[in-house]
């Protein structure tokens, strides 16, 4: 698990910044109470980090951009306005990291789900998985938490246990969150199942949204705009820009290049965008046609990801998101 960044990298990524001409981040700083964590830049709050209660998994709510605009949506954590559209897909809090066919080895699956082979963490409900924070302390850089959650049944029979280290990292017109995911079948053999429902993902707010409902854009690393040039494809990352109370903002999700599986984005309209490196043919990701290779670990294996949350000021060129991600790979 990687666990922190030590000073003398700080010092080299700023440097490093600085020689090309880009606006150093830097270390951000994260308080525990109780079943949140709130995450700040400088004095401001950047974001809380939510798990307990009735959530069904940790979350990311609100997360801020440096203008203090909130980008993601807020329901159903608040209340719906009144008079406004129907609201969908209430398992999209915000921001979260998830997946929506775990099948354990040996494990009996009594709550089967319509077109799942193993356990539902995706959705949310009474035949669906929950992930349970069990303990939470501070990074060693003390930028960020570091968690431990066991990812559990309907019945809450453990599954496999995580380790969660998420820090944050800024300047005055970006925030940036690094979040390393290690996973573990420590008790029985697990396998990833195809499915498009996955799995590192944020839903944006209504004005950012693509559809008629917002004025937003979806681009990838490749710059391919939209939802049809971007679903089911590989991409480095992933941009969603738009206007927020008057101001252009955006959020990038950055997928590291030593991940054991590319990413293919879970991107839509309405206002998804997730990084999914587990889905394959039965997906329907254009890019995983034919390929039925799925992620196994064996009990007592390690699968370890790397992702980040980028949030900027204006679109994806104004947000420098490319540049961004370049910095992102530098990180340890």
Excluded at 2 to 28: D, M, Q, W, Y
Excluded at 87 to 94: F, L
Excluded at 186 to 215: C, L, Q, Y
């Amino acid at each position: 698990m990687r666990t922190g960044l030590p000073a003398l990298c700080v010092i080299c990524l700023i440097t490093a910044a600085a020689s090309e001409g880009k606006k150093a981040f830097v270390p951000g700083k994260a308080v525990i109470n109780g079943n949140r964590i709130i995450f700040s830049a400088d004095a401001a709050e950047a974001a809380v980090y939510r798990f307990g209660g009735d959530l069904a998994k940790p979350i990311l709510w609100p997360l801020k951009a440096p203008n203090n605009k909130e980008i993601t949506r807020d329901w159903p954590m608040r209340p719906a306005p009144a008079g406004s559209p129907k609201e969908d897909h209430p398992h999209q809090k915000s921001a979260w990291f998830t997946y929506g066919d775990v099948i354990p080895e040996g494990i009996p699956i009594k709550h089967k789900r319509r077109g799942v082979e193993g356990v539902d963490f995706w959705a949310e409900g009474p035949d669906c998985g929950r992930i349970v924070c069990v303990d939470v302390s501070p990074s060693a850089d003390r930028a960020g938490i570091v968690t431990r959650n066991e990812w559990r049944d309907p019945d809450g029979t453990k599954l496999l246990d995580e380790i969660r280290t998420i820090r944050l990292f800024h300047n005055d017109k970006a925030r940036l969150f690094i979040v390393d995911i290690d996973l573990c079948a420590s008790v029985v053999p697990i396998t990833f199942g195809d499915t498009k429902e996955g799995a590192f993902g944020v839903r944006v707010a209504h004005s950012m949204r693509e559809d008629n409902r917002g004025k937003g854009r979806l681009t990838n690393a490749e710059g391919k705009v939209g939802e049809n040039q971007c679903w089911g494809r590989v991409s480095a990352w992933c941009d969603y820009s738009g206007p927020v109370e008057g101001e252009t903002v955006g959020i990038a999700l950055f997928a590291a290049p030593n991940n054991p599986s590319p990413s293919c984005w879970h991107s839509r309209a309405y206002g998804l965008m997730a990084a999914n490196p587990f889905g394959r043919a039965k997906s329907g990701f254009p890019d995983m046609k034919g390929k039925k290779d799925r992620v196994h670990l064996e009990k007592g294996a390690h699968l370890k990801l790397r992702y980040g949350i980028f949030v900027h000021l204006g679109d994806v060129q104004e947000g420098q998101v490319a540049e961004a991600y370049e910095l992102f790979k530098k990180m340890k």
